[in-house]
């Protein structure tokens, strides 16, 4: 009893001193409440001039319109309306969604598969092979598109050449027709490391004795992976979906690096993000484009917020 009483005892103090008469914070939570301050003051003034400041600049810009005869003058929704008129805009937002639909749940598959190999112990050596399979997420995005698109290289790739001695004569990876499944096998190999340490780590969270009461049940080691840790980590998987979402919405880098190895496949219109670049930076027509981002810019943001509603309805923050 002594020693409960001894360990309760501090606590009270602590809960006292954070009390001052008449209801008032004490100087200990004043104190506590400036530290909080401090940690999250350079985070918020690095968002605001990186994220929101910008943000506004691009909507204030999406509303004028600059002409070579008659200066910059304000349009209102002139801008909204041609971006939501555009076909080929649209047309590059529903190929990315296609993108999106296949590599994404491929990749979470394989890198669902990778970390339960590694939770299990199956492996030899895991902590090395976590390594390497991390590695592709560690090189340059530029770097792997150069990489691999030498591997696809319609005159000179090794992957072009051994389908043409498999029997499939005049094939080409960067083609009209493949030019997406290429970037999707780029795109799982840049980022299955990523995502198989993300879910890794959230097996680990699985707790032991629900494991070793199914192993106590004779239950089958796939009946464990399926039906008990895969619902347990469903969250991480949530998350991961979404977050690869928007991550396929901005896809710019791969298909462009590609467009040098086989030119004219890649559009430049081909993704949301490729349309905004050639319309402001190349047309120079910085306040269409401007208003094409804050389009895409909102389109992220109902993905993120549809997100969150999602996993709270489903009390995954609870």
Same mark, same amino acid.
């Given at each position: 009893m002594s020693s409960s009483t001894e360990v309760i005892a501090p606590a009270r103090r602590e809960t006292a001193a954070?009390?001052?008469?008449?209801?008032?914070?004490?100087?200990?939570?004043?104190?506590?409440?400036?530290?909080?301050?401090? =940690?999250?003051?350079? /985070?918020?003034?690095? =968002?605001?001039? /990186?994220?929101?400041?910008?943000?506004i600049y691009a909507i204030y810009q999406s509303l004028y319109t600059t002409k070579l005869i008659?200066?910059?003058t304000f349009s209102g929704f002139a801008n909204y309306s041609t971006v939501l008129r555009s076909g080929p805009f649209w047309g590059g937002v529903i190929r990315v969604i296609i993108f999106g639909g296949i590599q994404i749940p491929v990749m979470l598959a394989i890198a669902f598969f990778f970390a339960t190999i590694f939770d299990l112990g199956v492996a030899k050596w895991g902590r090395i092979f976590r390594?390497?399979?991390?590695?592709?997420?560690?090189?340059?995005?530029v770097v792997s598109s150069l990489m691999w698109g030498f591997l696809?290289?319609?005159?000179?790739?090794p992957f072009?050449?051994?389908?043409?001695?498999?029997? =499939?004569?005049? =094939?080409?990876?960067?083609s009209t027709n493949l030019m997406v499944p290429a970037i999707i096998i780029i795109a799982i190999w840049e980022w299955t490391g990523y995502n198989s340490i993300i879910l890794y780590t959230a097996l680990k969270s699985v707790p032991r004795d629900v494991v070793e009461a199914a192993i106590l049940d004779d239950t089958p080691l796939?009946?464990?992976i399926l039906r008990i840790k895969l619902p347990l980590v469903r969250?991480?998987?949530?998350?991961?979906?979404?977050?690869?979402?928007?991550?396929?919405m901005q896809l710019f880098i791969e298909p462009t690096i590609l467009n040098n190895y086989q030119a004219g496949v890649v559009t430049n219109t081909w993704t949301p993000v490729i349309d905004i670049y050639s319309t402001a930076i190349s047309n120079g027509e910085y306040q269409l484009g401007?208003?094409?981002?804050?389009?895409?810019?909102?389109v992220i943001i109902a993905i993120s917020v549809a997100s969150l509603v999602f996993r709270n309805r489903r009390r995954e923050f609870t």
């Open positions: 954070r009390r001052a008469p008449g209801g008032r914070r004490s100087a200990y939570a004043r104190r506590r409440g400036r530290s909080g301050l401090a =940690f999250v003051t350079p /985070f918020m003034i690095v =968002f605001m001039l /990186f994220m929101i400041v910008p943000l008659g200066g910059t390594a390497i399979y991390f590695v592709p997420f560690a090189v340059p995005i696809f290289d319609p005159a000179y790739g072009n050449r051994f389908m043409n001695a498999i029997g =499939f004569h005049n =094939f080409n990876w960067l796939w009946k464990i969250p991480a998987i949530i998350l991961l979906v979404f977050i690869n979402t928007i991550g396929a401007a208003a094409m981002a804050v389009v895409l810019a909102v």
